[in-house]
């Protein structure tokens, strides 16, 4: 059984810092990986899609890495914002028909003024 | 334009009531879910439907039905609603599914249920 565990839960960090959020799973035969984030109030946006066969994903100042033989990805958010304040959650994606992923637990990010 | 479209945004009743949820989304997707995110925050798959016909069935009660008039609507009817059944319900819909490409999913903004 899939399980995906996102560390820290929570982050707060000064305005133009780096964000660093982990995800890692267990189950290594996964077809792809999504980043998303959630508003509150509101549903998920997709950020960055990476296939298994890729190394990362990069869409301005997001970049995306995916280890998929550790079982590890990491979203990279440069010079943070407090507009980046949200909850990021990352979803594998081990069933190629039926695309079911499978959701960690989220880190909430706050990025200070 | 609303991409993903849910309602009602906030539904609240008693428990042992039967409710709906509907969804409709207009960007021409062939396949639909259903995901149930509890107090907890944890987002997990309930139902998926591809061409009108469900390709993803969680375990959940069969309280749970979810019924796709066509491709663009994939609507949720919950039995004799339980206590346990609070938490926020997101639809979502994708161009398709198996192919690189079609497997980006688009969120509703939710639904939020509270069983008194």
């Known amino acids: 059984k899939q399980e995906v565990t996102q560390i820290p839960a929570a982050l707060s960090v000064p305005e133009g810092e780096n964000l660093v959020l982990n995800c890692s799973f267990t189950?290594?035969?996964?077809?792809?990986l999504q980043w998303f984030r959630q508003d509150p109030g509101k549903g998920l946006t997709s950020l960055l899609l990476i296939q298994s066969s890729q190394r990362e994903q990069t869409s301005g100042r997001l970049n995306a890495s995916l280890d998929k033989s550790s079982g590890r990805s990491t979203l990279y958010i440069a010079a943070s914002q407090p507009g980046d304040s949200a909850t990021y959650l990352c979803?594998?994606?081990?069933?190629?028909?039926?695309?079911?992923?499978?959701f960690g637990g989220g880190t909430r990010v706050l990025v200070k003024p | 334009d609303t991409a993903v479209s849910q309602t009602p945004k906030y539904l609240v009743t008693q428990m042992g009531n039967d409710k709906s949820i509907k969804c409709e989304q207009n960007l021409g997707h062939d396949t639909m879910y259903w995901y149930k995110q509890d107090s907890k925050k944890f987002l997990k798959i309930m139902f998926s439907y591809n061409n009108k016909e469900l390709i993803i069935n969680e375990t959940v009660p069969n309280r749970f039905s979810p019924k796709s008039p066509d491709k663009a609507h994939l609507n949720l009817h919950i039995n004799s609603l339980e206590l346990g059944d609070s938490a926020v319900y997101f639809c979502?819909?994708?161009?398709?599914?198996?192919?690189?490409?079609?497997?980006?999913?688009?969120f509703g903004a939710g639904t939020r249920l509270s069983v008194l």
């Open positions: 189950d290594s035969a996964i077809y792809n």
């Open positions: 979502a819909s994708s161009q398709g599914v198996g192919l690189a490409g079609k497997n980006i999913q688009y």
């Open positions: 979803a594998v994606n081990r069933w190629a028909a039926g695309n079911k992923l499978t």
